[in-house]
Nanobody, 127 residues
């Protein structure tokens, strides 16, 4: 069973920093792995994404402030968030696209490619 375990959210004042972590388990292979966020009354939007070959992509609103990194050996992605602003307040969701392990009585094999989500971690930035 695929699980994405997130940590690192919290409350900070504007200008502060937080580091989010997300570790994936139960996956045979992972393509893109990254972060989305959903602010109050808003849709869920991409924040940053890292591909399996470590190419990165950022939302314009976080460029120069946030840095995504990925440890393929640990199936873990990090989001270093600096110079946080009140508008960064949101629930941050880890996302991983890839193939899960599917296990039956005769063994385990790679399943179909799919998107997986963490449970979300809250980030609150006060002015």
């Amino acid at each position: 069973q695929v699980q994405l375990l997130e940590s690192g959210g919290g409350s900070v004042h504007a200008g502060g920093s937080l580091r989010l972590s997300c570790s994936a388990s139960g996956m045979f292979s992972i393509n893109g792995m990254g972060w989305y966020r959903q602010g109050p009354g808003k849709e869920r939007d991409l924040v940053a994404m890292a591909s399996s070959d470590l190419n990165t992509n950022y939302a314009d609103s976080v460029k120069g402030r946030f840095t995504i990194s990925r440890d393929n050996a640990k199936n873990t992605v990090y989001l270093q968030m600096n110079n946080l602003k009140p508008e960064d307040t949101a629930v941050y969701y880890c996302n991983a696209n890839g193939r899960p392990f599917v296990c039956a009585t005769y063994g385990c094999y790679p399943g179909d490619e799919n998107d997986y989500w963490g449970q979300g971690t809250e980030v609150t930035v006060s002015s």
